[in-house]
């Protein structure tokens, strides 16, 4: 409940920062929709060297005390895309859900944010996200929200810290980081591809007035009862 509170009340904030055009989008989309994503997923136990961004980074859990100014939507001369993505980033790190990692760049200021999340959490994604994501089994970890801000984009960031935070999960003994990411975000499947993730499922999203569907349609089979 408080989740589709909190997306109420940001999308009264488009709408009076002159985004009406965005709101009219997102309520269409949940009036009738039909749409996709992948899940991705990428076996821990295999070594998966993290490729170099084009910056120096170090990955680390966000901190107090980190500037995330990327996110403010009072900045002057956003798009309505901005402003969205923007608040949808503030929401999750408004839920609780742990952990935020970030990537630091050489300024010293947070350059990539995505959550890595435990099982542990299966309940709060529950509540936050709902039916968006299946129950997740103790070996496994879900990454979710991933964000490079603009400024930084299309220097490989997202890839070497993507690839990096996974990599956190396997020394917590974790087996599968799997992700999902909407079937038209080039960007992001790219990304994910290059953290050395690979498509296993697909997410059928469906929406009819207001009243959300979601199927999963495994991808790969295997030969092997022992393999996933
Ligand atoms: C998806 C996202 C995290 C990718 O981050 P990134 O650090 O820019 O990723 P990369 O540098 O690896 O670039 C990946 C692709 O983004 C695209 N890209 C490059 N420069 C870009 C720019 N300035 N602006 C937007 N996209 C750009 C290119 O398609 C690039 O692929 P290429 O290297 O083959 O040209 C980032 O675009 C973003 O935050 N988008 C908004 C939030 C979002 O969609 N999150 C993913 C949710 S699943």
């Excluded at 904030?13 to 996709?36: D, I, K, M």
């Excluded at 107090?64 to 100014?69: I, M, Q, W």
């Excluded at 010293?108 to 529950?126: A, F, H, T």
Aim: aromatic share 10%; with cysteine; charged share 20%.
């Amino acid at each position: 409940m408080r989740g589709v509170l909190q997306r109420m009340r940001d999308l009264l904030r488009l709408f009076v920062t002159g985004h009406a055009q965005r709101v009219w989008h997102a309520v269409r989309e949940r009036l009738y929709s039909n749409g996709g994503s992948l899940g991705l997923r990428r076996d821990l136990a295999v070594p998966f060297p993290a490729p170099a961004a084009k910056l120096p980074i170090q990955v680390r859990p966000l901190a107090p005390e980190d500037d995330l100014s990327f996110l403010d939507v009072d900045q002057p001369g956003l798009a309505a895309d901005q402003v969205f993505a923007r608040l949808g980033q503030q929401r999750i790190l408004q839920s609780g859900l742990a952990t935020c990692y970030v990537a630091i760049g050489p300024e010293g200021k947070p350059c990539y944010m995505q959550w890595l999340i435990p099982s542990s959490e299966n309940d709060r994604v529950r509540t936050f996200f709902g039916n968006l994501y299946p129950q997740l089994g103790p070996d496994e970890v879900l990454l979710e929200g991933a964000y490079t801000p603009e400024a930084h984009r299309g220097q490989g960031i997202m890839a070497s810290a993507m690839a990096q935070i996974a990599q956190q999960a396997a020394h917590s003994g974790a087996r599968w980081a799997i992700t999902f990411v909407d079937e038209g975000n080039t960007p992001s499947l790219k990304g994910c591809e290059r953290a050395g993730f690979a498509p296993y499922l697909r997410r059928v999203e469906m929406y009819r007035a207001f009243y959300r569907v979601i199927a999963f349609v495994q991808l790969l089979t295997s030969a092997f009862p022992g393999d996933r």
